[in-house]
């Protein structure tokens, strides 16, 4: 007889476990390349969520709220495009957060009395749980099945879970997140999950002027220097390793030609890192890549579509001009 509690309780240290053997094979593989970098995806512990949530705030960090104008003052330009497009479809969120911007689209929907479902699809199993729990409460009668896990996957479990059209909202920029050859690779592999004619909604931070981007990601109060240092407290927590953060600086730089916002840290001294059985040698001056967040003109934006299997539909900016939510169609 399996008792379930046990079970489940095996099942959770088991998962645990394996999410710490793949961090370690992970920072190991990055530190001991011949450039070091360690994996962004694992910024956000606790600690780093909480960092996070105030990098957002910082008045420096415009990508919020330029975002949070566009669906505030034009969701209702977005809903017609949406229903003038298709009458019956499904709204499909990858990376839902708190729904602050999309929850003007759902409630805009509703008041319109268009009959959807909801799908997010989040990595984490908790945000998922929660927005199953209100938004319901929120927007009485919605229909939501929140999807937890990868984002591909599980749009392929929406579509085997309903037929309809799919309406796609990827924002917040999360599209910088990788060089832009992987973010053609993943809108190559997003399309593949999509049927002709359905929609994708992307945010996409735009080439403005240098000094602007910058700041964003080294704002006066240091936070964007804390979440990054936090990854090294994270990997001496839960690795055992030894960093000795007041040796390595935060340093962001900004390419204006090709829009590459990189953060590093930098080895103020030579130095030996420990971390299991390895010792990692910094050289004085060396850097580690810790993130990338890519900017992007209007024609590189359409190039993408365009190589990706869509073709561009429509494109809403903010007042100033800095960010874009762009709909492209499934070709």
Not at 50 to 78: A, N, S, W
Not at 150 to 157: A, P, S, T, V
Not at 242 to 260: A, C, I, K, R
């Amino acid at each position: 007889m399996t008792i379930p509690f046990l079970t489940d309780h095996y099942t959770r240290l088991k998962n645990r476990q394996a999410a710490r053997e793949e961090f370690y094979r992970d920072v190991i593989h990055g530190l001991t390349a011949s450039s070091k970098s360690l994996s962004a995806k694992y910024f956000y512990d606790a600690e780093g969520d909480k960092l996070f949530q105030r990098i957002m705030q910082c008045p420096e960090y415009y990508l919020t709220g330029c975002e949070q104008e566009i669906f505030e003052h034009q969701v209702q330009d977005i809903a017609t495009l949406i229903c003038n497009h298709t009458s019956d479809f499904d709204l499909v969120e990858l990376g839902p957060g708190d729904t602050a911007k999309s929850g003007y689209l759902l409630g805009e929907l509703q008041a319109r009395g268009i009959d959807y479902t909801y799908f997010p699809i989040d990595i984490s199993e908790s945000i998922i749980q929660t927005l199953e729990k209100t938004l319901p409460l929120k927007f009485p009668g919605m229909r939501v099945e929140g999807l937890p896990g990868d984002y591909l996957d599980m749009l392929k479990e929406a579509k085997l879970r309903s037929d309809k059209q799919k309406v796609v909202l990827f924002m917040g920029a999360s599209i910088g997140n990788v060089p832009p050859q992987e973010a053609l690779g993943f809108c190559k592999a997003l399309r593949k999950q999509l049927s002709p004619g359905d929609l994708l909604l992307v945010g996409f931070d735009l080439k403005k002027h240098p000094q602007v981007i910058l700041d964003a990601y080294n704002d006066k109060a240091g936070i964007t220097r804390a979440f990054n240092l936090n990854l090294l407290k994270r990997i001496n927590r839960e690795l055992g390793a030894d960093f000795n953060l007041e040796q390595f600086v935060h340093y962001p730089m900004y390419d204006p030609e090709t829009g590459s916002c990189k953060s590093y840290l930098v080895s103020q001294r030579e130095q030996r890192v420990h971390i299991g059985p390895h010792a990692i040698h910094f050289a004085q001056g060396e850097p580690m890549f810790m993130e990338i967040s890519q900017k992007y003109s209007l024609t590189e934006i359409q190039q993408l579509a365009e190589r990706s299997g869509f073709r561009s539909f429509e494109q809403f900016q903010d007042s100033r001009h800095w960010f874009v939510d762009v709909v492209w169609r499934c070709v």
